[in-house]
């Protein structure tokens, strides 16, 4: 995994988690599946995610699920930065949260964002990057790894959102499915559009 990149959106008694994996193949071969339909890449999921969902496909079509996590079948191309997986889970939040996300890829780096106002990070080795201005905002940036094969990801998050901080995900008009732009982070992300949604039928 070149990066991978977290999201954090608090709402009502939860966090809405966005997981960007940008992942590269450095061997000169195609990496597929050994039967059809099977799975090429494998993620692990914190205990206690709920409500998983996928920018592009879901379970059942491109992703599996697996015991703790999702499956990826689509095939891996050589390159670096050849596939991209971007999920979305939600996790109970009352004001502090222990993350732990076990990683079954080595990985290069990973950022975490978080509101401007309201919200602290501490532990995992994590080093604040400052504020980063975001199309919908300005976020807190941390950043920590390389992580080994098998490592977990692990910080505190700590506080409540200040009322007046702007959500990183809008509110949806209506019910129906809707993606929203998150921005772009540095120069790590320049020009890929990072990309939310909420569920159709989701409780606002």
């Known amino acids: 995994v070149d990066r991978l990149h977290l999201f954090f959106e608090f709402g009502d008694g ?8 940008i ?6 071969k195609t990496i597929r ?6 799975a090429v ?16 496909g879901q379970i059942g079509e491109r992703y599996l699920e697996t015991p703790g996590g999702f499956a990826d079948t689509s095939l891996l191309r050589p390159g670096p930065n050849s596939q991209q997986v971007l999920a979305s889970y939600t996790l109970p939040y009352s004001g502090k949260l222990d993350f732990s996300h076990a990683l079954n890829y080595a990985t290069s780096a990973a950022n975490v964002l978080l509101p401007e106002t309201g919200i602290a990070l501490s532990g995992g080795n994590f080093v604040s990057q400052g504020v980063q201005q975001m199309q919908t905002g300005a976020l807190q940036n941390y950043s920590g790894g390389p992580f080994s094969s098998g490592e977990s990801v692990s910080f505190r998050i700590t506080g409540k959102i200040a009322a007046e901080a ?6 949806p008009a ?9 921005g772009v982070l540095g120069l790590a992300l320049v020009g890929l559009g990072i ?3 909420r569920k159709s039928g989701r409780e606002e």
């Open 14 to 21: 939860q966090v809405t988690v966005g997981e960007l994996y």
């Open 195 to 197: 990309w939310w949604w």
């Open 174 to 182: 209506n019910r129906q499915e809707l993606l929203i732009a998150a």
């Open 23 to 28: 992942i590269g193949n450095t061997g000169d």
């Open 166 to 171: 702007a959500p990183l995900i809008a509110a």
């Open 41 to 56: 890449l494998q993620f692990a999921l914190p205990e206690g995610a709920a409500d998983l969902s996928f920018q592009d």
């Open 33 to 38: 599946a050994a039967e059809t339909g099977g």
